[in-house]
């Protein structure tokens, strides 16, 4: 018990932890901002085209 409270009062004192929680974040965030981008740009597309494929039917 002593050597794991030992290890854990390492971990919080380290950089290591906040510096890994920090990246997370970051990582979720541009993961968040990518995925909304790409929902974005697909539906503008598909709306795109829709509208050339019912303009292509009413040209022919």
Do not use: H, W
């Amino acid at each position: 018990m002593k050597n794991f409270a030992m290890k854990l009062k390492r971990f919080l004192k380290s950089e290591d932890g906040p510096t890994a929680v920090e990246y997370a974040v970051m990582l979720s965030l541009i993961i968040v901002v990518c995925l909304t981008a790409v929902s974005s740009i697909g539906k503008s597309a598909s709306t795109t085209f829709t509208n050339v494929a019912t303009q292509l039917g009413s040209a022919s």
